[in-house]
């Protein structure tokens, strides 16, 4: 193997800030789009903990387009391992804090796997690879984005691992060449004046073939648009293959053969590894049962793997296979579809959400293209540089061509962007780092701290004070009201069944999605404790809508204002006592207890309202949707209330 030469300790140093960094806005609660919980973790934790959870429409049975492979991989597992350390104790619940952690510390290892990858193409292509890991590293798409559990940063992690696997098999086409090149110039030959056949590189070797097919597999499983993100390094594999099995420079059918046979590990991959994932999304969406035929027994896929290969003759198919991929196709070629999601026009890619997301590196990306294509240089030096290159050019157009654009779309563009621009970076300097750094230290800041940034910390004192309160007391003698005390340090422990009956309503309003599985709610075992907690996303309510659904909510049973008014009174007395230990439910029936709780954005003014006072603010909370109030009264704009109905 080539010895390369050791980072400086300058790149060590500005390499290990940047990863502290990282880790941080991993920790922090950012919230930059509800996928980022609802296509992963929402499923996941649920699925793990046994969890009450928001399943979304693309894992919903009658049409699931998700395939549940990945996200089983990427936040399932390391549930699973944290599952096995904490046990299966009813009495104790997940809390809000740790479920949230999992997540972003498993993408958080995940994303230094695109940093590795990176120096490693760097060095093949004979690039700074300093550059290159500065580059990946300091880009709020690494920060921000690819520590969120996004099917858009495993896609970018799939690409990147298929370009190493393509990397590799460039590098064995040019040695295998050059070792041959190097042979029949030192062997002697009958007739000096002979002339030498030209020689072609071996195919390439299966391994790499059958991984790199697995890759691809994985890729299109985890979103349909790795097929436009990795056709250009599939179409890399078949020129050199076609190429190596040339004899002569001439096409033979003998060459046609080996070309054919040098497909066949890649094919494959591709298909076993997709068997792998349409069974096990078959057997998960409820279309395919597998049966034991010994003894009729209907196994799950745990039981599937325990019973390993040898025992799979044994087994019996009914019903049907899924094809999510296929499915999630469909569903996006009907524009109606799209319009629920929102439509964009086709210039929102190319001039808003690709400058947004790569700020001056659009611009030197831009004007390199340019370059090459006044120069009419339509290849690099290097093919990993070329397949890269046509990686980018060819997704972002693609997907330029599709009415519905976000920018998370093209987050897989920061790898194409890094290896074949980190030359022309080298050689800018000054005139490129400043603005790159500030520019992205803000923004990763802006989506990693503050963006939706006090729902999960909202979320967590719900947790706490729906389920984990105990020592409920009469606070009178008429039992009116039930005063009951959480202890943060017993977070984790489970409300004890005292009689009597408590739910918690939480309203969410003009907030993003909220990922039910942080709220750790497991009906079944909180409400044989005597503990229901209902959720209600009233975010499309108007504000008049809003207080009228909460004053029926709050007179349902025939309370009056002013009785309403004297519940605030005796709360706000409740909390100045204990503080925010105390949680206070009114009376709604003869054992049945219940409180209501709103969660609302700043920039929603609720001030001459009479239940303004009793509250709990988050601070760090940007809500973009109300940007025009937040620029108006920033200081006061920029947290999330949660009151106390």
């Known amino acids: ?26 920790i922090s609660p950012g919230y930059i789009h509800p996928d980022e919980f609802f296509q992963s973790a929402e499923i996941t934790a649920g699925a793990v903990f046994d969890l009450d959870v928001n399943v979304p429409w693309e894992y919903k049975p009658e049409l699931p387009c998700r395939s549940i492979l990945i996200p089983a991989i990427t936040t399932g597992i390391p549930y699973q391992i944290w599952k096995s350390w904490i046990g299966n104790d009813l009495d104790r619940f997940a809390t809000s ?5 999992t997540q972003r510390i498993a993408f958080l290892l995940l994303s230094t796997i695109i940093d590795w990858t990176v120096v490693r193409m760097a060095r093949q292509i004979k ?47 040019e040695s295998s060449s050059l070792t041959a090149s190097g042979s029949s110039s030192t062997t002697p030959t009958s007739d000096a004046r002979q002339p030498s056949e030209p020689h072609t590189p071996n195919p390439t070797p299966a391994l790499l073939s059958f991984t790199l097919g697995v890759l691809f597999s994985l890729g299109i499983f985890t979103r349909i648009t790795f097929v436009l993100y990795g056709f250009p390094l599939g179409v890399m594999f078949l020129y050199l293959n076609m190429k190596a099995t040339l004899k002569n420079g001439q096409p033979s059918f003998q060459g046609l053969a080996r070309f054919i046979l040098a497909c066949i590990p890649l094919a494959i991959g591709l298909g076993l590894m997709s068997a792998v994932a349409i069974v096990i999304d078959s057997i998960y969406f409820q279309k395919l049962t597998i049966l034991d035929k010994t003894n009729g027994t209907l196994l799950s896929v745990q039981d599937i793997l325990s019973l390993g290969p ?80 046509y990686s980018g050019i060819f997704g972002i157009a693609m997907l330029s061509a599709m009415p519905h654009q976000e920018a998370r779309f093209l987050t897989p563009l920061l790898l194409p962007l890094v290896v074949s621009l980190s030359g022309r970076i080298s050689r800018l300097g000054r005139k490129f780092w400043p603005l790159w750094l500030v520019a992205n230290g803000v923004l990763a800041i802006v989506f990693g701290l503050f963006h939706q940034g006090g729902l999960v910390p909202a979320m967590e004192v719900i947790q706490q004070q729906a389920l984990g309160f105990q020592g409920c007391k009469p606070v009178s003698a008429q039992r009116d009201h039930m005063l009951c005390l959480h202890d943060p340090s017993l977070a984790g422990q489970l409300h004890v069944d005292d009689g ?37 996303d009233w975010r499309e309510k108007s504000r008049s809508e809003l207080l009228r659904a909460l004053n029926v909510t709050q007179t349902r049973t025939s309370e009056s204002a002013v009785t309403s008014r004297a519940d605030r009174t005796l709360l706000k007395s409740v909390r100045d006592q204990w503080g925010e230990q105390a949680v206070l439910f009114r009376k709604i029936g003869p054992t049945e207890f219940e409180r209501t709780v709103l969660i609302a954005p700043s920039t929603v003014d609720f ?39």
């Open 97 to 101: 804090k740790s479920l949230f952690m």
């Open 127 to 173: 690039r700074s690879p300093s550059i290159a890991l500065l580059l990946t590293a300091s880009s709020y798409v690494t920060i921000a984005y690819h520590t969120h559990p996004f099917s858009n940063t495993v896609e970018s992690l799939i690409l990147a691992l298929s370009a190493v696997v393509l990397g590799m098999i460039i590098q064995d086409h």
């Open 1 to 26: 193997m080539p010895q390369y030469r050791p980072f400086s300790r300058a790149t060590w140093s500005i390499y290990l800030f940047l990863l502290a960094f990282r880790a941080f806005i991993a």
């Open 500 to 536: 009597m009956s408590y739910t918690t309503h939480v309203v969410f309003y003009k907030t993003y999605l909220p990922p039910h599985h942080l709220l750790g709610y497991r009906s079944r075992a909180a409400q044989s404790q005597g503990v229901t907690l209902r959720i209600s």
């Open 310 to 389: 040898q025992n799979w003759a044994n087994f019996s198919f009914k019903g049907s296979l899924t094809f999510t991929m296929l499915n999630n196709l469909q569903y996006n070629m009907n524009s109606k579809n799209l319009e629920k999601h929102g439509l964009h026009p086709r210039f929102f890619h190319l001039f808003l959400n690709f400058p947004v997301l790569f700020l001056n590196l659009a611009w030197v990306a831009t004007v390199a293209l340019l370059q090459k294509v006044r120069a009419g240089q339509w290849t690099s030096e290097s093919r990993l540089v070329t397949a890269l290159s």
């Open 607 to 645: 001030s001459g309202e009479d239940f303004y006072d009793n509250r709990d603010t988050f601070s760090r909370h940007a809500n973009f949707d109300h940007i025009l109030v937040m620029l108006q009264d920033p200081l006061h704009s920029l947290h999330m209330n949660m009151f106390y109905i």
